[in-house]
């Protein structure tokens, strides 16, 4: 195995730190990745501290909520107890948790966009009163007390010092790394397998009617738009006109990817579609006018009920089980153990 040295200062001698490189491989059917690590060299050490960051609960106030209290593997690093974000104090937030998988092909987070680089990600559920309800100064205070941390972070950065940096740069190097391309649909384009009739009609209306802002291979063109749904008059959610001020942005969110579909429901900025039929549902006969409205939704969608049962058998062939099964990104403490819903769930 390749290994590289840092050498560092330790009293009067010098102490060798060995870090193992962990390759960045971007899938071959995937344009470049926005994020590539260039100031955060992705190492096996820091992957590992990420990862055990990620489903440490010491990263929230009272213990209960780390970043994988919404983020669940098994459903594609997304939630499926709550239409909305669970936190602190029994306390709900105004989105519906998105899955996270693919985030180094994207150069704007949440449904907003309202976070523009991955490295900082974290600080926004973290010091969010409605979710981990925490400060960056009590985290490090809590990691330093452990005595497990200072060791890793040592291993990761060559030192044990533990700061914010550091910890946002671990947990970029694991959530940077989720990546999701083995999917039915992958292993049809590389030619593994093929599309059965049902898949393969529904493939075809797919690129008829969704594929304009759901695109290839990623399912998503990452922009925003306004999709036509009802303002919720409790929730007063505008989306991206939060974050620019514009009245052209009002109601725009980001365009969700489409992978792992089946896994991350319910669906929508504020999970308010509870089925795949639901979402078609309301291209096809929901969608609300406004100023703002995503000129190709003018007159909806038109789906019908055969449509419905093509484009659901096609959208099934982007589950990817080898993601939401991998132990490499499974939660550290769990053994080896990877949790699954039953079959109630679906």
């Known amino acids: 195995m390749n290994t590289k040295f840092r050498f560092i200062l330790a009293g009067f001698g010098i102490v060798a730190v060995t870090f193992t490189p962990f390759p960045f491989v971007v899938p071959k ?16 050490q820091g992957f590992e501290l990420g990862r055990k960051l990620f489903y440490d609960g010491k990263l929230s ?13 098994f459903a594609a690093f997304a939630t499926f107890e709550h239409r909305l974000s669970h936190g602190f104090n029994n306390q709900f937030s105004y989105r519906n948790a998105p899955p996270l998988f693919n985030l180094a092909w994207s150069g704007e987070l949440h449904w907003d966009g309202g976070i523009s680089h991955i490295e900082v990600q974290p600080l926004a559920p973290l010091l969010d009163p409605h979710e981990m309800a925490e400060e960056l100064g009590s985290v490090i205070v809590k990691l330093k007390k452990d005595k497990t941390y200072p060791g890793l972070f040592r291993q990761a950065f060559g030192t044990s010092d533990i700061n914010s940096q550091r910890i946002l740069k671990a947990l970029a190097q694991f959530t940077a790394s989720l990546v999701s391309a083995d999917a039915k649909y992958d292993k049809m384009k590389r030619g593994q397998l093929r599309f059965s009739p049902y898949e393969e009609k529904g493939y075809v209306l797919f690129k008829e009617k969704c594929a304009r802002c759901h695109q290839e291979p990623l399912f998503t063109d990452f922009s925003y738009r306004n999709t036509g749904m009802e303002l919720d008059t409790t929730l007063r959610d505008y989306g991206r006109m939060r974050i620019t001020g514009k009245k052209e942005d009002s109601l725009k969110f980001r365009v969700p990817s489409l992978r792992n579909i089946f896994l991350s429901f319910p669906y929508g900025h504020d999970g308010r579609f509870a089925t795949l039929s639901d979402v078609l549902e309301h291209y096809n006969t929901g969608v609300i006018s406004s ?24 959208l099934a062939t982007l589950t990817d089980s080898s ?9 550290p403490s769990a053994d080896g153990r990877i949790f699954e819903p039953g079959p109630d769930i679906h």
């Open 29 to 44: 059917n995937f344009p470049p990745p926005v994020y590539r690590f260039q100031n955060n060299p992705r190492t096996k």
């Open 323 to 331: 993601f939401t099964r991998n132990p490499l990104y499974a939660d």
């Open 291 to 314: 100023p703002t409205l995503d000129s190709g939704l003018r007159k909806g969608i038109s789906i019908s009920d055969d449509d419905r049962f093509y484009l659901i058998s096609f």
């Open 61 to 73: 106030r009272d213990g209960n909520f780390p970043c994988s209290s919404c983020h669940q593997q």
